[in-house]
């Protein structure tokens, strides 16, 4: 698996052009080759794609606002962006809260219209991937709306996040295996307690199994792990990525 470094991790460094100009050469120094582009404040898609050609990146998935994949005109403004960029994942970050209620009612029209959407994204030739949180394993008319989403949007692809799975309740590894061919990019965050509080963790800092989730993913034809972390990092949110990455490069080894 290639890594990605997910860079909402550093969300406070992407406000402007000139901060996300410096971020994505950060993040290169790093070593990573891959990103996923997620908060960045406004920029202007061709100047992003120029950097990221001559920085000698690619970008595996976004985070898209939901407005603008609602909407018809700025829909297609979002593709032909992502196909400036190189990018073949439309990602959705999470279920808008605000126009979905998390009910039984709010998901069967959240599906729908996301179905809409798949369709209108996978006719351009890019795959529109949904990113968990925990709130997908609560159930409503005893299903958990992570398994509608499986079951009732079959051209969705998922961007898998193991730390929200485990704390939602749910078994990083049964979810791997049930979405076999339908992740293309997967979050790997690391889960911990520290003084009975959950925290966000750098990878091999938590209780999650590498050693099992690794191999699986492998296995699985996962083709990118993308490092986020929320928040709880190190010094800055680039050396919690470093620490990350350093161990997962150890495993590969």
């Not at 083709?223 to 470093?242: G, K, N, R, V, Y």
């Amino acid at each position: 698996m290639k890594l990605a470094a997910q860079l909402y991790n550093c969300r406070d460094y992407t406000k402007t052009p000139a901060e996300i100009e410096a971020t994505l050469r950060r993040v290169k120094a790093i070593g990573f080759d891959t990103i996923q582009i997620s908060g960045f404040g406004p920029c202007d898609p061709g100047l992003l794609a120029g950097w990221i050609r001559e920085i000698g990146l690619e970008v595996c998935v976004t985070h898209t606002p939901w407005a603008r994949l609602a909407d018809a005109l700025e829909l297609r403004k979002v593709i032909e962006e992502h196909k400036k960029l190189g990018c073949k994942l439309v990602g959705l970050g999470s279920r808008p809260h605000d126009a979905y209620p998390n009910s039984h009612e709010g998901w069967s029209r959240f599906i729908k219209k996301a179905n809409e959407i798949t369709g209108q994204i996978k006719g351009e030739g890019l795959g529109f991937s949904y990113h968990n949180h925990d709130f997908e394993f609560e159930k409503w008319a005893g299903v958990t709306a992570i398994d509608r989403l499986i079951a009732e949007c079959p051209e969705m692809l998922f961007t898998l996040d193991v730390f929200w799975v485990q704390a939602g309740g749910g078994n990083p590894l049964n979810y791997i295996k049930k979405l076999e061919g339908r992740i293309r990019v997967i979050h790997f965050k690391d889960y911990r307690m520290a003084k009975g509080v959950r925290q966000f963790a750098e990878i091999g800092l938590g209780v999650l199994d590498w050693d099992e989730i690794i191999p699986l993913c492998k296995e699985t034809g996962i083709e990118t792990a993308a490092i986020e972390q929320d928040a709880d990092w190190l010094d800055d949110p680039f050396e919690s990525l470093a620490v990350s990455r350093e161990f997962l490069l150890s495993k590969a080894q």
